[in-house]
């Protein structure tokens, strides 16, 4: 947001990971409020305070319609400013509080071994792999259970597929989430890989945070001219 500042510029922030689209999205993007972090942080690109670190309320976790369980209360943001969810496009893979963390894998590895995807060694420091000749393709890449942030008004924004999974070797596959331990300021980070082909825009004028599901959904992408 420090652009817009300089530039005179609408607070108002797209994104889609890489940077070209071909269709008109704009209409069908779901909806959720944009919350602002506190609580006041050391000096981020030369800004002040206060945070100027943008987070999202989710509210749960699923995988397929399976809900995750752990302490729904970590992903509020506390008034001493830990918890919450925000989204980095700094951060690669999506950093969860290890409480969260192992509760998603948990879950992901009973749905994974419904679909008969054959667990191989672990490769630190994530907690689950798979080997990648007993995942099928599906339309928006490999075939695993599907992950669901969800929001308020039960809007849910889908990690599936491509943004789900990073391939580690010609062998092996491995989800894109990392144990952030037991003590992270923040409860939930989201990465780069969880946005590749989404596409999120931040409407800070309105505190809006608007986002579509995978393009490959649709047939289309963010790199698609």
Same mark, same amino acid.
């Given at each position: 947001?420090?652009?817009?500042?300089?530039?005179?510029?609408?607070?108002?922030?797209?994104?889609?990971?890489?940077?070209?689209?071909?269709?008109?999205?704009?209409?069908?993007?779901? /909806?959720?409020?944009?919350?602002?972090?506190?609580?006041?942080?050391?000096?981020?690109?030369?800004?002040?305070?206060?945070?100027?670190?943008?987070?999202?309320?989710?509210?749960?976790?699923?995988?397929?319609?399976?809900?995750?369980?752990?302490? !729904?209360?970590?992903?509020?943001?506390?008034?001493?400013?830990?918890?919450?969810?925000?989204?980095?496009?700094?951060?690669?893979?999506?950093?969860?509080?290890?409480?969260?963390?192992?509760?998603?894998? !948990?879950?992901?590895?009973?749905? !994974?071994?419904?679909?008969?995807?054959?667990?191989?060694?672990?490769?630190?420091?994530?907690?689950?792999?798979?080997? !990648?000749?007993? /995942?099928?393709?599906?339309?928006?890449?490999?075939?695993?259970?599907?992950?669901?942030?969800?929001?308020?008004?039960?809007?849910?924004?889908?990690?599936?597929?491509?943004?789900?999974?990073?391939?580690?070797?010609?062998?092996?596959?491995?989800?894109?989430?990392?144990?952030?331990?037991?003590?992270?300021?923040?409860?939930?980070?989201?990465?780069?890989?969880?946005?590749?082909?989404?596409?999120?825009?931040?409407?800070?004028?309105?505190?809006?945070?608007?986002?579509?599901?995978?393009?490959?959904?649709?047939?289309?992408?963010?790199?698609?001219?």
């Amino acid at each position: 947001m420090k652009l817009s500042a300089d530039l005179n510029l609408p607070h108002k922030l797209a994104l889609c990971l890489p940077p070209l689209l071909k269709q008109d999205l704009s209409e069908s993007l779901l /909806i959720s409020q944009l919350l602002i972090d506190p609580v006041s942080r050391p000096p981020f690109h030369g800004s002040a305070s206060p945070s100027d670190l943008y987070f999202v309320d989710v509210t749960a976790i699923k995988v397929n319609l399976a809900q995750v369980h752990f302490k !729904a209360s970590s992903l509020a943001i506390d008034k001493n400013g830990r918890g919450g969810t925000k989204i980095s496009t700094l951060t690669p893979y999506t950093v969860l509080h290890s409480a969260i963390y192992s509760a998603l894998v !948990a879950e992901f590895l009973k749905q !994974a071994a419904e679909k008969k995807m054959r667990r191989v060694d672990l490769i630190t420091p994530f907690g689950a792999c798979f080997d !990648a000749r007993s /995942i099928r393709s599906g339309v928006a890449g490999p075939d695993v259970p599907a992950i669901a942030l969800v929001l308020p008004s039960d809007a849910q924004w889908g990690i599936e597929g491509v943004n789900s999974m990073v391939r580690v070797s010609e062998e092996v596959m491995r989800p894109g989430f990392v144990d952030g331990g037991s003590t992270p300021i923040t409860a939930v980070v989201i990465g780069a890989h969880q946005m590749e082909d989404d596409l999120v825009e931040f409407d800070v004028a309105v505190m809006a945070f608007r986002f579509s599901n995978s393009l490959l959904l649709r047939n289309t992408g963010c790199s698609h001219s």
